[in-house]
């Protein structure tokens, strides 16, 4: 799909928490972003006025912020790979779908390690042998 100035792109991205913070779950947000100018090389955006937020519920709920454009300008690389953001809505979903996933896998990864720390150190199968290094006991 060839980039045209004034042209939208989306980013899914984790909302913000409730009101009070009450919902564990805050909801996803899309941002949506304008070309601003395109170079050979890519594309430079900025956010839009308008974010479209939806939470558990499937209530959408608008969120305006004062401006017709606000933010930093970002540059988006053209050509196959990941970016900031995408040109439609499936490549920005598709997108969220798989940095959620290697988000999981790294946390899964983590909470591994964390309960194999925890089962060493609840087993005492190496604490009397620390003691006695630790004491000046060098013959482990």
């Not at 305006?64 to 930093?72: S, V």
């Not at 290697?102 to 089962?119: F, M, P, V, W």
């Amino acid at each position: 799909m060839p980039l045209e100035v004034g042209m939208k792109m989306y980013r899914f991205e984790d909302g913000e928490p409730g009101t009070l913070g009450l919902d564990p779950f805050p909801g996803i947000t899309i941002r949506i972003f304008k070309i601003m100018k395109i170079t050979p090389c890519g594309c430079w955006v900025q956010e839009a006025d308008v974010r479209y937020q939806w939470n558990r519920w499937n209530q959408d709920n608008r969120v305006f912020i004062e401006g017709p454009l606000f933010g930093e300008r970002k540059f988006i690389l053209q050509g196959n790979g990941k970016r900031f953001c995408y040109p439609t809505l499936e490549l920005a979903k598709y997108s969220y779908s798989r940095r959620k996933a290697i988000h999981i896998d790294n946390l899964e990864y983590r909470l591994d390690r964390a309960k194999a720390g925890l089962e060493t150190v609840s087993q005492n199968t190496f604490i009397p042998t620390l003691i006695r290094y630790l004491d000046g006991d060098n013959t482990i």
